[in-house]
């Protein structure tokens, strides 16, 4: 079945640590996007990818890094330099084109301890 | 900045109602628009995607697009409980080459569907 794949599910950090969460499609999807979700909060975009090796910043960019280096995968670096990353971290990927959909993994959840 | 703007609710409706969800957007050449849904802990879902003025039926939704007055509005008929969920709006952005960055949402309305 073809889909995205985020892992894990949940993840914990400790103050000071960088955590990475993985993001993998097998839709053939040239257009990959990092969204970050706060309660009660819309999507907000961290970073997005158009083509491998290469990525934008979105809106809420800093404190965040990520890679594109294989069609397939996008993950994303949550930094120490972060102060507030607890939230659920959604991954997305479309073909590409203004009027195509968004195809959504099924979350990332991180929480600082 | 394009802007998507929902009334973030709660909705309550009796369940078998007419629930009607909106969102009004800022930027004039937006030219198609999303509905997802998301249900509480989990990712968004699409339901509806419009691109042309005018309504679109799909099963109990119908999505309505009003270009002029920048408008843009979900409907769904015969309310079911398993219809309480987060809605979303979503537009295209669309980078200086005319290609899309991505996709901007609004904050949601959290519709309740009373028994």
């Known amino acids: 079945d073809g889909g995205i794949t985020q892992s894990p599910k949940y993840l914990f950090r400790k103050e000071g640590q960088n955590v990475t969460l993985s993001c993998e499609q097998n839709?053939?999807?040239?257009?990959m996007y990092w969204y970050r979700q706060d309660p009660g909060q819309g999507l907000r975009l961290i970073y997005y990818s158009q083509i491998v090796n290469d990525f934008q910043k979105g809106d809420i960019a800093e404190g965040y890094s990520v890679s594109r280096e294989k069609k397939e995968s996008f993950p994303l670096t949550v930094t120490s330099a972060q102060k507030n990353p607890t939230a659920f971290y959604l991954c997305?990927?479309?073909?590409?084109?203004?009027?195509?959909?968004?195809?959504f993994g099924q979350g990332t959840r991180l929480t600082v301890v | 900045q394009k802007e998507v703007e929902q009334n973030s609710g709660p909705l309550s409706v009796p369940e078998g109602a007419i629930a009607s969800l909106n969102c009004t957007y800022s930027?004039?050449?937006?030219?198609?628009f999303f509905w997802y849904r998301q249900y509480s802990g989990k990712s968004p879902e699409l339901i509806m995607f419009i691109y042309s003025n005018g309504d679109k039926e799909d099963g109990r939704f119908t999505a309505q697009l009003n270009k002029a007055s920048q408008y843009v509005s979900l409907l769904i008929r015969d309310s079911q409980p398993s219809d309480s969920a987060t809605y979303l709006c979503?537009?295209?952005?669309?980078?200086?080459?005319?290609?899309?960055?991505?996709?901007?949402f609004g904050k949601g309305t959290h519709l309740i569907i009373q028994p």
């Open positions: 839709l053939n999807h040239d257009a």
């Open positions: 997305a990927s479309r073909v590409g084109g203004a009027n195509t959909e968004a195809f």
């Open positions: 979503a537009a295209p952005e669309r980078d200086s080459g005319g290609g899309a960055d991505g996709l901007t």
């Open positions: 930027d004039r050449g937006s030219q198609s």
